[in-house]
């Protein structure tokens, strides 16, 4: 209908004639037959795709027509929202999803701002209990310092007062000491005497009872007067000094078994002028010695060290059974015939506690100028023994490990300086080790 809001036209009268042509129009298209709607139609469309092949020759016109085609292909797509046919127009679409994202910006916004809050208030509520929890350590670090230092000076009064009582009894020890000295000085010196006087007597009467000893089996050397030896071994064995520095390669193989037990408990047979006794002792063991030279005896007595003189096997065998860790006997097994040489072994072995060890040492025949000339400057030698019947004759009475240490080979000065085969056995044979010892164990796991 037309809206009468112009007075010069007659609205009504125009209103008909609309109605008029519109009805004549559609009378006319009904009287149409389907053959020629068909075939207008069918005009039509041949009239649209010659169009359409033109249209495309024109390159941006053909463009934007492929475009525009597969954009309403989109649109009209079933299943699409009314979101997603928005985005597809052209500009609209960007501007749409711009427009969006600023309303959707204030409530990301607000949302935002909520999360922080809430995460603020966490941590808020987080600091609230550290300062809680520092508060409450301070405390009890607090009153824990204060017990420390309360018992700490409870302990150093208890220091003090256990201080003073130490200064007076020392005080006491020092006063009953310096009164006693003198007396004490000259019981000690009667008692030594008489000890002494007691282990000769001893010696005498083992000898009167007919025991085997080492001063019977031996050569015609025991005829000798006792100051004839001392004065030997001073001439041809060497210095005190020179025989200690050689018998410290030793020390370390009593430090290995030394380590985790008790004080070792040591016998050195032949004790000579004792200074492997003078090295035990300065190490810290309970060292003791035996010699049949009486002279030696006493050479040693006057240096302080606990020395018997009389026969070794004599006294091995007044010893109880596994009581001591280690013996010794240096130089004496060569002065042996071989039936007293298995003895002293039996008692050695005897004597010995399961983590024993007994250490003999004795001239290398190996060594030919040993062998065949320095060994016989001691006229008290029976003979020499190779290290392989040493070590068999441990095996055979009984130890259940037996090593050989070759030691003392002459100094390289000594030495043929070629580098050859000939030359490192000329010097092996020649300059090689003038001694070597027996260490035999009495347990494989020693």
């Given amino acids: ?34 053959d020629e709607r068909k075939r207008f139609q069918a005009q039509q469309g041949a009239m649209a795709a010659r169009m359409k092949t033109h249209l495309k020759t024109i390159p941006i016109i053909g463009i934007f027509l492929k475009r525009a085609f597969r954009l309403w292909r989109k649109l009209i ?23 969006y994202s600023l309303v959707r910006l204030g409530r990301f916004r607000s949302q935002t701002l909520h999360e922080l809050m809430l995460l603020r208030q ?20 607090d009153r824990l310092q204060s017990r420390v230092y309360g018992e700490m000076q409870r302990v150093d009064g208890e220091v003090q007062r256990v201080g003073g009582e130490v200064q007076r009894v020392d005080g006491e020890v020092q006063r009953v000491e310096s009164q006693q000295g003198n007396r004490l000085a000259d019981l000690t010196v009667a008692a030594g005497s008489l000890e002494r006087r ?48 050689r018998l410290r390669a030793y020390l370390p193989y009593l430090s290995q078994m030394a380590s985790g037990r008790a004080r070792l408990q040591v016998l050195d047979i032949g004790c000579g002028r004792g200074e492997w006794l003078e090295l035990l002792s300065e190490a810290g063991y309970a060292a003791s010695g035996v010699d049949q030279n009486e002279e030696m005896a006493e050479h ?89 019947v040493a070590q068999f004759l441990a095996f055979q009475r009984g130890f259940a490990r037996a090593d050989i240490l070759r030691i003392n080979p002459y100094p390289d000065s ?20 003038q001694d070597y010892a027996l260490l035999a164990h009495k347990h494989h796991e020693n």
């Fill in 77 to 99: 797509s079933p299943g699409l929202g009314w979101r997603t046919r928005v985005r597809l127009l052209p500009w609209i679409g960007t501007f749409a999803q711009w427009v």
């Fill in 300 to 388: 040693c007595h006057m240096r302080g060290l606990v020395v018997e003189h009389g026969d070794a096997l004599a006294h091995l065998s007044r010893l109880q059974a596994e009581s001591l860790d280690v013996v010794s006997a240096f130089h004496v097994i060569e002065h042996l015939p071989l039936e007293s040489l298995v003895v002293l072994f039996d008692e050695v072995l005897r004597v010995l506690r399961p983590s024993g060890m007994a250490i003999f040492e004795t001239p290398n025949p190996e060594n030919l100028q040993v062998g065949a000339c320095n060994f016989y400057y001691d006229p008290t030698h029976l003979h020499p023994i190779p290290p392989p």
């Fill in 1 to 34: 209908m037309i809206k009468p809001n112009n007075p010069q036209i007659d609205s009504a009268l125009l209103d008909e004639k609309i109605t008029w042509v519109v009805d004549h129009r559609r009378r006319a298209e009904a009287l149409i037959m389907p």
């Fill in 198 to 245: 007691l282990i000769k007597i001893s010696s005498a009467a083992s000898e009167q009872e007919g025991k085997r000893s080492l001063l019977q089996e031996q050569e015609t050397g025991n005829t000798l007067p006792p100051s004839f030896y001392l004065l030997f071994e001073n001439h041809f064995r060497g210095d005190r000094e020179s025989i200690k520095s």
């Fill in 122 to 141: 966490h941590i808020d509520e987080m600091q609230r209990q550290l300062e809680s929890y520092r508060s409450e350590s301070l405390t009890a670090a």
């Fill in 414 to 433: 000594f030495r043929v300086a070629e580098e050859n085969e000939l030359a490192r056995r000329f010097n092996d044979l020649i300059y090689g080790p």
